[in-house]
């Protein structure tokens, strides 16, 4: 019997034997992911500076026999944790920062405990941030500080810099940082005032469920958490991509609660009334004027976010006076532009490039 065009019989022994051994090495895998914690995260040294309440301040250790004058303090999101920035060596944001010689204090964030319900905006921009600000001045013995935020870090950090203009900032980066919040499609439909009664819901319950949260990141890609299952399977017997896997399934799910005060102003002010984007916004009666923001400013925005699309974001870097401030588009999506093999060749060597020679 002849073949059909274009099939190789001779090869059809060999190609049963190996997605037969394929097979096995899944189930092998599959039992080891079962049965293993998965990688360390977030494990680049450290010291701790101070802890209160939700706020933790860290700073970690140089990796570098030269150091640059002008420290550097990120901003995390309140939602997330900050390890997203120090997965495991060689994919550490973090652990890149400090081999280039830059001296770096993360403010990350704890869960909120029942007690902290009433925690405000202001609490965060007023007071959690400028503490830490002063922290790092006194400990690196310098005035001036970079801030970095990312996400929704970004929009505290943004608040922040408008509201201390005269401060002690240096530069000012972000990384996804959403400005219009009209075109933050479903988060809009979720919280619409028509439906959503914050005030009944934070008089309930208090802080914000985490499930809650993830839930309306799950409901932008209702799909993806299934799809991610399948190509888990798929690759199981890949260690690097199991490994992979692991480490952003693991941050992507590890969602913090937000304080229920907090939360209600987030709603009202950004969500429903827009008000950082119509220049109205306000914290604890000091207006937040991003016209008066002049230092060099850069905003690094991801071509694929569905968290925070470039609508939501591109009206950041129009809105400062600064004349040294440049808007960068890099391929990736919100967590991939940060963290992981697309941000290794594209953001990392980019802020790198930038922030070398406004360090010094």
Not at 56 to 76: F, Q, S, T
Not at 118 to 124: A, P, T
Not at 163 to 175: A, E, Q, R, V, W
């Amino acid at each position: 019997m002849n073949a059909p065009a274009g099939v190789d019989l001779a090869s059809i022994p060999d190609r049963i034997q190996s997605e037969v051994q394929r097979a096995i090495q899944r189930s092998i895998k599959g039992v080891e992911y079962i049965a293993s914690s998965g990688p360390s995260l977030g494990s680049t040294p450290k010291d701790i500076l101070a802890v209160r309440g939700t706020m933790n301040l860290y700073h970690y250790r140089p990796m570098a026999d030269e150091i640059y004058r002008i420290p550097i303090l990120i901003v995390m999101a309140t939602t997330n944790r900050g390890y997203i920035l120090d997965m495991v060596p060689g994919q550490s944001f973090i652990e890149f920062l400090l081999k280039r010689g830059y001296d770096v204090y993360m403010l990350d964030w704890s869960a909120p405990k029942p007690e902290e319900k009433r925690l405000r905006m202001e609490d965060y921009v007023l007071d959690f941030i400028p503490d830490c600000v002063r922290r790092v001045q006194q400990d690196s013995g310098e005035q001036d500080v970079t801030v970095i935020g990312y996400c929704f870090g970004g929009v505290l950090s943004l608040l922040y810099g408008s509201i201390f203009s005269d401060g002690p900032m240096k530069n000012l980066i972000y990384f996804t940082t959403p400005i219009d919040f009209r075109e933050m499609k479903l988060f809009q439909n979720f919280s619409d005032r028509r439906y959503f009664d914050v005030v009944g819901l934070v008089d309930s319950v208090g802080n914000m469920p985490p499930e809650l949260i993830l839930q309306s990141f799950d409901m932008l890609r209702p799909a993806s958490r299934v799809v991610g299952q399948i190509q888990l399977w798929e690759n199981i017997w890949n260690d690097e991509f199991v490994k992979s896997y692991r480490m952003f399934d693991r941050w992507a799910t590890d969602i913090l609660p937000l304080a229920g005060e907090y939360f209600r102003t987030t709603t009202k002010d950004l969500m429903w009334d827009n008000k950082l984007y119509n220049g109205t916004m306000s914290v604890g009666g000091r207006a937040a004027d991003l016209s008066k923001i002049k230092v060099p400013i850069l905003h690094a925005v991801a071509e694929h976010d569905h968290i925070v699309p470039y609508d939501a974001a591109k009206h950041l870097i129009p809105r400062v006076s600064s004349t040294d401030k440049e808007e960068v588009m890099l391929k990736g999506g919100h967590v991939s532009l940060v963290a992981g093999p697309n941000a290794i060749r594209r953001l990392w060597p980019k802020l790198d490039s930038w922030l070398g020679g406004r360090s010094i």
